[in-house]
T-cell receptor, first 111, second 116 residues
């Protein structure tokens, strides 16, 4: 089955800095890669996703890049704000398979 | 939007009792619903996948007789934790997707189960 590795497990940045979280996946058939933000005790919320037919997608301060050859994808957050502090999960899915989640990255943005 | 509700949000029960958790898609028909378990500071672990009108598919290591899943309609799935024990205490989250190969999953708010 699919295996998703996520790094780093924790990331501390100063407000205004950029943050990058990286994930690798094992199944070359995976074609859908969402990123979720989860605040403590709340539901995961989709913040951005990318499909295998594109290499990059951007939504305001958030961007995701995908390298299918290397089987890795990354989340980029620019101009970080304290409210960006949360746990971020990457995931991968192919066809009729289920989502496989990474172990999460706790992002701490200090004012 | 696509809204998923979950009830109850929090439940405390005694060891040996059973607890039912409901997951509803409020504004769309969910062909497939998923049940996850999340321990503190850990990732979401898929327990089972349920399709309306058919038996749930359980992940390896998940006891189907302990975690009963029913997906009776396109908007409702239930998870029953039978004979709950303290080690079953966790955050249970459901999600739903549209269509058989629908990619995006919409998550419910989760249920915090505490077994005394």
């Amino acid at each position: 089955g699919e295996n998703v590795e996520q790094h780093p497990s924790t990331l501390s940045v100063q407000e205004g800095d950029s943050a990058v979280i990286k994930c690798t996946y094992s199944d070359s058939a995976s074609n859908y890669f969402p990123w979720y933000k989860q605040e403590l005790g709340k539901r995961p919320q989709l913040i951005i996703d990318i499909r295998s037919n594109v290499g990059e997608k951007k939504d305001q301060r958030i961007a995701v890049t995908l390298n299918k050859t290397a089987k890795h994808f990354s989340l980029h957050i620019t101009e970080t704000q304290p409210e960006d502090s949360a746990v971020y999960f990457c995931a991968a899915k192919g066809g009729y398979s289920t989502l496989t989640f990474g172990k999460g990255t706790m992002l701490l943005v200090s004012p | 939007g696509a809204v998923v509700s979950q009830h109850p949000s929090r439940v405390i029960c005694k060891s040996g009792t059973s607890v039912k958790i409901e997951c509803r898609s409020l504004d769309f028909q969910a062909t497939t619903m998923f049940w996850y378990r999340q321990f503190p500071k850990q990732s979401l672990m898929l327990m089972a996948t349920s399709n309306e009108g058919s038996k749930a598919t359980y992940e390896q290591g998940v006891e189907k007789d302990k975690f009963l899943i029913n997906h009776a309609s396109l908007t409702l799935s239930t998870l029953t934790v039978t004979s709950a024990h303290p080690e079953d205490s966790s955050f249970y989250i459901c999600s739903a997707s549209r269509g058989l190969a629908g990619d995006e999953q919409f998550f419910g708010p989760g249920t915090r189960l505490t077994v005394l």
